[in-house]
């Protein structure tokens, strides 16, 4: 088993930088494919970034490509999310995922990851 605590959400303006943490405990002698994802009020829970099991993969929904980038450190089993430029429609609900039968970066659903954490709420103010 696999236990995920996020970190590092906060109120910020826009154009201000986030960056959040990932730390993973449990079943961490193996590494897998891990991810970041969002949930805004009223809407669905939306992929953000994937890292695969050794971070040399990584991949980004649009929207973020150029100001977020994912990233892990295996030594300190966390992963992190930099956020830059953030925008008001960056503001949600942040949710990191793995799927310990995976490794690399290719999955983008959330259906697809088996683990979460329980979330680390960022608003960006206008």
């Known amino acids: 088993q696999v236990q995920l605590v996020e970190s590092g959400g906060e109120l910020v303006q826009t154009g201000g930088s986030l960056r959040l943490s990932c730390v993973a405990s449990g079943r961490t002698g193996q590494y897998y494919t891990m991810a970041w994802f969002r949930q805004a009020p009223g809407k669905e829970r939306e992929f953000v970034a994937v890292i695969s099991w050794n971070g040399r993969s990584t991949n980004y929904t649009d929207s973020v490509k150029g100001r977020f980038t994912i990233s892990r450190d295996i030594a300190k089993n966390t992963m992190y999310l930099q956020m830059n430029s953030l925008k008001p429609e960056d503001t949600a609900v942040y949710y990191c995922?793995?799927?310990?039968?995976?490794?690399?970066?290719?999955?983008?659903?959330?259906?697809?990851?088996?683990?979460w954490g329980q979330g680390t709420q960022v608003t960006v103010s206008s």
């Open positions: 995922a793995t799927n310990i039968s995976h490794f690399e970066s290719d999955l983008y659903r959330d259906w697809q990851y088996d683990t």
